[in-house]
């Protein structure tokens, strides 16, 4: 059976209307975006989407959204981030029901478990569909590192866990990764500034960022580094890697956006807490932008 975790997949965002509801309709269109640029999935309601903002029902709609826009050129995958055991489960079943193809499990939010209760949360979500799924690692973010003995552990009790986004940014990680599960667990990298290193290293798959801005330039560098052009690819990834390290900023669903917004794929507008750019930082970051426009390959 052909992987469906593999290849690159947008951690997608979320657009906002001014009154910041979602914006389904540029939502759509954000999709096909996606879907033109030969990108093999998208992951909604992620970090870089926001997914800690939005309703049950908000995610139920978007996943809906997103399967008749891709009409089948994408696999529609579904976050699962919650403060409780009982609310991941119940966002693991709805996204089963309202017609998800995946999940990307994630730790429990806030509190940080020891190894026994983590698991049980993974073990729950997991066992609640029959979904493929995908273990988020994001030590740097969420405080959980799921080491590799750990995710071999969890691949025993889990038959359908069948992927690992790795966020580490420890290539290592692929290797030690490969030795407990390869042929088991297809492994994707999940920080963007580390995609080159990580293909080469194994990874068969990029949950991305910055594709939402620019999913031609992220496709190429993707399918150059699998297929060994590595010499054509670090010609593309020294050009990129300023934006890509805009995807490991503590601002980074802020940045992201307003790269969008300036490429004309997106607005910036976020739901509160978060606010737009402003000041040095937003300056800072649009002279970043304009600095890699100018010299965009085949621009």
């Known amino acids: 059976m052909t992987s469906i975790w593999r290849g690159v997949i947008p951690a997608i965002t979320t657009p906002f209307s001014e009154d910041f509801s979602v914006d389904y309709k540029t939502f759509a269109e954000h999709c096909e975006q996606m879907a033109r640029a030969y990108c093999t ?32 050129r994408l696999n529609v995958f579904l976050g699962v981030a919650a403060l409780t055991t009982a609310e991941a489960v119940e966002t693991a079943m709805m996204a089963a029901t309202k017609g998800a193809q995946g999940l990307m499990v994630l730790p429990p939010y806030v509190y940080v478990g020891d190894w026994r209760e983590t698991k049980a949360h993974v073990d729950a979500v997991c066992q609640a569909t029959g979904l493929s799924c995908m273990l988020y690692n994001n030590p740097i973010a969420y405080k959980t590192d799921f080491v590799p003995e750990q995710v071999a552990e969890l691949l025993e009790s889990n038959p359908n866990l069948h992927a690992i986004k790795e966020s580490s ?24 500034d580390v995609i080159v290193e990580g293909v080469a290293a194994g990874a068969v798959g990029w949950i991305a960022g910055l594709v939402n801005a620019f999913p031609k330039e992220s496709v190429a560098l993707f399918n150059q580094a699998v297929q060994g052009g590595y010499e054509e690819a670090f010609r593309l990834y020294k050009w990129f890697l300023p934006l890509l390290r805009m995807d490991t900023a503590p601002k980074f669903v802020h940045l992201i956006k307003l790269v969008q917004q300036e490429v004309l794929l997106g607005n910036e507008r976020l739901r509160p807490p978060r606010m737009a750019l402003v000041g040095v930082e937003r300056e800072a970051a649009l002279e970043t932008l304009r600095a890699a426009l100018r010299s965009r390959p085949g621009g």
């Open 41 to 72: 999935g998208i992951v909604i309601g992620g970090s870089l989407g926001e997914g800690g903002s939005l309703t049950l029902d908000e995610k139920a709609r978007l996943i809906g959204t997103a399967n008749e826009a891709a009409g089948g």
């Open 169 to 192: 940014a420890d290539v290592r990680r692929i290797a030690a990764l490969r030795s407990l599960a390869e042929g088991r667990l297809d492994i994707l990298v999940g920080v963007d």
